[in-house]
């Protein structure tokens, strides 16, 4: 996949996230009778700009596009003509002050829950929290899990897919505390282990399940090919569907996994297939593509497994909610992430977890990458997840942020007065420094991703 498909999706999802963010702070200032003279997404030097509404305001596309802003009417910014006192922002009282700037990570809060609600009612198709076998020595082995148990409740809470285990098991994860989890096997006996994820590093990153050994359950396919791609290397070779691969340039293939293991390695070189069709054997020659994708190059045959629909029955589901259950759980969801990302933050902080958790623009751009490619719901989940990350950034109290500012005006409730200009000063220059460490951890955990 070519890297700007990974960067357009990360600038389209930015790009989302900044206006909303924006349109937050622009619709209370507004509403509150600020006037507004300029909207900008981006820093920097205007690349398009247009005045639109009874203010003239000034709508801006600007040369750097890692953030944006709305400027107001400010005294402290430029003079400003009598008759227009009442509309400056520093004239206003601190519950309207509060008010516009806390709008901004509230927008993208709300911009969560209409595309989670948006999600439980539309329903997407997901995978089971269905166990492999755990790894030995893991947590999930010494609580007995076996293969082939279906997870049905976590700390008596029902969960129906892949992503509740994970998102719960991150949560527990983050408290080192314990799962107690009801399984059903495929003997329908039903079980209660206790996972103890107490002993773990302190890091939620990628390898979470695996090192947990809750890891979802992968079925053996036979290399049957169920479908070939419009184009791809095994279509050009003559692959046709129901054929079996039996072999890779003189290996033989246990099953599907061992197939595409091989293919992997040998991106941009020919290799001979060993096919059985209709009782024959056959050789055929084929130019395995490479493929890029996210920085990995590897090989892809462009084949599909041919599998059993009560296999697929049993390894995913659809889940839908009315409109009702739905918005509640958005609500919820919404909470709960915004929560896990304020413990996971103030863990990273005292030392419980590790910085190395902390992502930057790299890491996220190959997100949003590979969620695009598993279609618009995936991609618009991502956004919500980013939405709600970006809403709690912004409210924590370091100066230069949304959250720094709320800071100052809860010292000015409780002082009875506005902070010096001395003292505001300091704590921008602390919220900078502040704002250049967590991005170079970010940039070098990016880096050590990229590279490890």
Known sequence: ?????????????????????????????????????????????????????????????ALFPLGGYVKMLDEREGEVAAHELHRAF???????????????????????????????IYGMEELRPLLAAPATGT???????QEGELVRAINGKEVQTAQELRWTVAQTAVERGVLTLETVNERSEINVRRVDLAGLAGE??????????????????DTVVGTV??????????????????????KKLADWSDMVEAVRGLGGKHATLVIERQGGTMELGVDIALVDEGGHQFGRLGVTPLTDPRLRDRLFVTARHGTADALG?????????????????????????SWRNLSGPVTIADYAGQSARMGMPHYVKFIALISISLGVLNLLPIPLLDGGHLMYYTAEVIKGGPLSERIMEIGQQIGLAILLMLMAFAFYNDINRLFG
Request: glycine residues 12%.
């Open 229 to 250: 791609g419009d184009g791809s290397a095994a279509g050009k070779a003559g692959v046709l569907a129901g054929d079996r691969i039996a072999a890779i340039d003189g």
């Open 329 to 353: 759980l958005s609500i919820v969801q919404t909470w709960d992430t915004a929560l896990f990302s304020l413990k996971a933050f103030g863990r990273m902080i005292t030392g419980e977890l």
């Open 90 to 120: 520093n004239r206003q009282p601190v519950a309207r002050r509060f008010a516009i700037v806390a709008a901004g990570p509230v927008a993208n809060f709300l911009l969560a829950i209409v595309i989670y609600w948006g999600l439980l």
């Open 1 to 61: 996949m070519n890297p700007l498909y990974y960067v357009g999706a990360f600038a389209l999802a930015l790009g989302i996230l900044i206006t909303v963010h924006e349109l937050g702070h622009y619709s209370i200032a507004r509403l509150c009778g600020v006037k507004v003279l300029r909207f900008s997404i981006g820093f920097g030097r205007p690349l398009w700009l247009r005045r639109f509404g009874p203010d003239r305001t000034e709508w801006v596309l």
């Open 204 to 221: 939620v990153d990628a390898s979470l399940m695996d090192r947990t050994g809750l890891t979802l359950y992968r079925p053996r396919l």
């Open 139 to 145: 947590p999930a082995a010494m609580a007995g899990i």
